[in-house]
């Protein structure tokens, strides 16, 4: 049943208690889904550690949040990863609430609006990172915290309460369920450490990643993504969280404390076969003619962090059926190969988790910088830097074109012309482009395969990197 349908019920029975009592119902409703349909965790672990309770994650009928399924010492990444999770489940309502407005043509406008880059943005972007922001993370000292609506939605005077979001009025309706959700999330946030076990981690919030897939009716394609860098920028802990598969999904890690741990439930990835993941939009030239190269497929399909979980699922599931003899080739596997940008927060986490599983995210300009059959000096200098900046820490001058969503001024830049100072750029843009792939071809063999088709295919057309 949905919201509509029990606010509809309310105003006629005229009672204002009665619909905060139906909004209520329907937020137990929802978590008691929850708990009929118990959590199936992959779990690898140096450490060997069982399942722990993660396996029953969330109860909204309590009145506060127990923390006895969290996992890790208090002060670990795996602690923090743990209740990043627990609060994209608990935030779950919310989101599917808002995609349910999104989707009824008759109420998008009032929960959706247009960015100064021409990107989307909704309601759900600014209030899911408030919560992480403002109440989640406020408990505890990080060095800095990174979010994709800083500027756009967080940052602006009105905002002072939790009625508008950049200008959006939060509907009527829906305001029951923002304070349920702020209050729980409150209450999860005692479980965080206060000590400075986290002082150098920076946190990359992309809170809806995949937006216009969110606002468009394809919300399977979205995910929350909060990605932790260490002192030096390097992603060392994540979650990637689907809210809106037919049940949410999401991995998790962090491979220096030999954390990892997923839930694909019954959504198995739906693509026969292997193939490259590319954008549903157009691609460049150079992507074209790496998928021929490859001798594969295209599959399109959105958000970054979507992709990811994609990329995880084949290779877990890859690794099951093949045991320790894994043979990858771009026929049974996929690969995510992208010259044209994403952003620091699309990435973080991603990168993270993907390496907790074994596999990894390079820049693709430094395998193509490279000597053809020497991959040496990649893995150490391929990566990119999650710090704030007021500058972009991987910029290369004369690498990558301006376009409308890396420039800084959009308005009076040529835009597609290359960028030859640091200046121009917006300081969380990936400009190198990025390779991503899992366990299976990561092993000197499956490297040179890869870096060697990129560089055949960049032979016949230059990477983007727009």
Known sequence: MTMKLFIRRAQESKSALG???ILIHLVLHRATAFQSNRLQICRLSARNKPPSAMSNPIDNTRDTIGNEWLSGESGSLERLCTIS?????LMNPLISEIYNELVSTDNECSVKTVKQDNSAFTIADGLVQRMFVDILFSNAAFRDIVGEEDAAAVDQGEETTWDHVQGLVIPQELRPLVETTKENIRALAKSLDNTKSYQDITIFIDPIDGTREFSTGKG???SVCIGFANEYGTAVAGVVYRPLTPRPTWAAGAKCEGYAACDFGENVEKFAGGGVLTSNGSISPF?????HEFQTKRIKTGG???KMLLLFERSLQQGKSEGNQIDATPSNSL???QDRGVSRWDTCA?????????????KLTHILDSEMNDMSGVESQ???????SETNLDFVPGRARLTKYNSIDSETIQLNQLATDVRQVKPYSNLCGLVAFGKEWNSERGLTHISQTILKAAQMNEPSYD
């Open 220 to 222: 399977e394609q979205c």
């Open 85 to 89: 999770l627990q609060a994209c489940m």
């Open 304 to 306: 970054a962090g979507n």
């Open 19 to 21: 619909t905060y009592l």
């Open 382 to 388: 391929g990566r990119y830097h999650y710090l704030a």
């Open 287 to 291: 992507i074209e003619g790496l998928i």
């Open 335 to 337: 690969l995510y190969i």
């Open 350 to 362: 991603a990168e993270a988790v993907l390496e907790a599983f074994g596999g990894k995210i390079l």
